[in-house]
């Protein structure tokens, strides 16, 4: 049934600072921004509390930049900002291909890249881009602030070491070298929910990750050293199964997950060739 609205409460801070203040007080206040989410949580009945924090009216967490040749998106940029914008082009490219496939575009003009983060579905589009490139997750408290790898933010389903009192205030990517490559597979070709999603960057060292065949977004670490190590693509795709953990669902079988991981990552392979 349809969460009652008259039963929610809505605070409406008017800096980050007071933001933060608020949350320090109270940290059961959930932050919320586009929303995107949490409507259709609102709607099945399935909201996962009563009160919110609004943060939708901070644009100073909207910013994107580069400070000492480290791209920093603010958490409130939205899909649509990321694709259209100039630096993250010419930075991240695959980034803003993920942004592009994430819903339509109403969708990508609310979705925002912490609430993509703070949700943390493994079938999260710009999850993977952002396990391949290093990202860090930028959390600030009242108190503090702190990074933390995207690839040790997550500690299950769902669940991350953000704590109750702290806010996702941006995301850095440090410069990024060898060529970049993304890919969804759903079930049409334009909003739908990943299968599976794969990003990576062909260097040196190779980088790859991948979504909605585990709890989290994973970093194929087998994968990578077999790659890094001059051995063929054939033995880095039977190294899969050490690194992935499809699950059987309403959208997909385990087996089929599996098959298209490793199909994914030859294309990959293919397409970055030098």
């Given at each position: 049934?349809?969460?009652?609205?008259?039963?929610?409460?809505?605070?409406?801070?008017?800096?980050?600072?007071?933001?933060?203040?608020?949350?320090?007080?109270?940290?059961?206040?959930?932050?919320?921004?586009?929303?995107?989410?949490?409507?259709?949580?609102?709607?099945?009945?399935?909201?996962?509390?009563?009160?919110?924090?609004?943060?939708?009216?901070?644009?100073?967490?909207?910013?994107?930049?580069?400070?000492?040749?480290?791209?920093?998106?603010?958490?409130?940029?939205?899909?649509?900002?990321?694709?259209?914008?100039?630096?993250?082009?010419?930075?991240?490219?695959?980034?803003?291909?993920?942004?592009?496939?994430?819903?339509?575009?109403?969708?990508q003009n609310r979705a925002t890249i912490g609430g993509n983060i703070a949700n943390g579905s493994p079938a999260g589009d710009s999850l993977p881009v952002l396990a391949a490139v290093d990202a860090q997750v930028v959390l600030k408290s009242r108190h503090e602030e702190r990074?933390?790898?995207?690839?040790?933010?997550?500690?299950?389903?769902?669940?991350?070491?953000?704590?109750?009192?702290?806010?996702?205030?941006?995301?850095?990517?440090?410069?990024?070298?060898?060529?970049?490559?993304?890919?969804?597979?759903?079930?049409?070709?334009?909003?739908?929910?990943?299968?599976?999603?794969?990003?990576?960057?062909?260097?040196?060292?190779?980088?790859?990750?991948?979504?909605?065949?585990?709890?989290?977004?994973?970093?194929?670490?087998?994968?990578?050293?077999?790659?890094?190590?001059?051995?063929?693509?054939?033995?880095?795709?039977?190294?899969?199964?050490?690194?992935?953990?499809?699950?059987?669902?309403?959208?997909?079988?385990?087996?089929?997950?599996?098959?298209?991981?490793?199909?994914?990552?030859?294309?990959?392979?293919?397409?970055?060739?030098?």
């Open positions: 049934m349809r969460t009652a609205v008259s039963t929610l409460e809505l605070s409406e801070p008017g800096s980050l600072r007071e933001a933060l203040v608020m949350l320090d007080e109270d940290p059961e206040l959930i932050p919320l921004a586009g929303a995107t989410d949490l409507f259709v949580a609102l709607n099945d009945g399935t909201l996962p509390g009563r009160r919110f924090l609004n943060l939708w009216s901070l644009g100073a967490l909207r910013r994107i930049s580069v400070r000492a040749d480290v791209l920093s998106i603010g958490a409130l940029a939205t899909f649509a900002g990321i694709a259209g914008s100039r630096v993250v082009r010419a930075r991240v490219p695959m980034l803003c291909s993920a942004a592009l496939q994430i819903g339509g575009v109403q969708i990074r933390v790898p995207l690839s040790e933010y997550y500690t299950g389903y769902r669940a991350s070491v953000r704590q109750p009192d702290e806010l996702i205030i941006a995301v850095e990517i440090a410069a990024i070298e060898g060529r970049q490559w993304f890919r969804k597979v759903g079930t049409r070709a334009a909003q739908a929910i990943s299968k599976v999603v794969m990003a990576g960057v062909r260097a040196e060292l190779p980088r790859l990750a991948i979504g909605s065949v585990g709890p989290t977004v994973l970093r194929l670490g087998h994968v990578e050293e077999a790659l890094a190590a001059g051995r063929s693509i054939d033995e880095a795709v039977a190294l899969l199964e050490h690194d992935i953990r499809p699950i059987e669902d309403l959208r997909s079988s385990a087996i089929y997950r599996a098959s298209v991981a490793g199909n994914l990552l030859r294309r990959f392979w293919q397409d970055t060739a030098p």
